[in-house]
């Protein structure tokens, strides 16, 4: 087993994001370093399952969107591990005809989803770093995939707080986007500091100190990464305010969850 993961790279020296998450949402595939890693973040911020929980609801909300406006092609980047109510269930219980390439660089992450999706036709698994949209976009299973001659949905859940203004995220979803034909759709979640107290900028700080960069950005900001796509209603918000199926789970303050989101129109 130790060959095996030494052969996949994965390490278990550091926590990984990715697991972290997994851990946070009830997930069973990360290991004793990422789950002392969250057990550090839950003492400064207790919620913070609840938190991961948000952004996984918000996501099934705007993936079953898209399917509701036509969309059949989904491109989750930095889709993290496989769990229940991923998006291939989501929008093929819409239409089980949609298609679905997942992409990641945790090898663990590529594991699983590799056997959890080995017997689900039209949705697959791609390893690769995303911060090379070439690199996924020209992959073989992606062009085999997609059609990127009609609409696709992107989607970036909590992953451009990963990436620091230095790494020019705003050109990295330019790229992306220049590869949609018009119709195409973005939904991305991220990271803020707007509302927030002191104790979300702790949890950041440990991420840091542990390797992980986390940029927490305003909506001022996330909008200026958005060149050439049109926000849909209700704009940029936080992730519970954001078309929820229930106006109660909204709750008295959104601001709670830590993430604002969106889903924007490539026109």
């Not at 997930?27 to 399952?49: C, H, Q, T, W």
């Not at 303050?253 to 830590?258: F, N």
Request: cysteine-free.
């Amino acid at each position: 087993m130790t060959d095996q993961h030494a052969q996949r790279g994965i390490d278990f020296d550091q926590p990984n994001a990715a697991r972290v998450y997994d851990y946070l949402i009830g997930g069973k595939l990360n290991y004793a370093i990422d789950r002392m890693f969250a057990d550090k973040i839950l003492a400064v911020r207790p919620e913070s399952k609840d938190l991961a929980l948000m952004n996984r609801k918000w996501l099934r909300r705007a993936v079953r969107f898209g399917a509701e406006q036509g969309i059949r092609q989904f491109l989750d980047i930095g889709s993290g591990m496989p769990t229940v109510g991923h998006v291939h269930e989501v929008v093929q219980a819409i239409d089980p005809k949609s298609r679905v390439v997942y992409v990641d660089n945790e090898p663990v992450a590529v594991a699983h989803s590799e056997i959890v999706l080995q017997d689900v036709e039209n949705a697959v698994m791609v390893q690769a770093d995303a911060e090379f949209p070439d690199r996924v976009l020209e992959h073989d299973t992606t062009e085999m995939m997609l059609d990127f001659d009609q609409p696709v949905m992107l989607i970036m859940a909590a992953f451009v707080h990963f990436i620091p203004d230095e790494r020019d995220p705003a050109g990295l979803i330019a790229a992306y986007r220049d590869a949609l034909a018009p119709g195409s759709y973005l939904a991305l979640s991220s990271g803020t500091f707007e509302g927030q107290g002191e104790e979300v900028r702790r949890a950041a700080e440990l991420y840091q100190k542990n390797g992980t960069n986390v940029v927490a950005r305003s909506r001022d900001e996330l909008s200026a990464l958005l060149g050439g796509f049109e926000l849909v209603e209700p704009g940029i918000v936080f992730t519970p305010q954001w078309r929820p199926d229930d106006p109660d789970e909204v709750g008295e303050h959104p601001e709670l969850a830590s993430q604002l989101a969106l889903v924007a129109r490539k026109a």
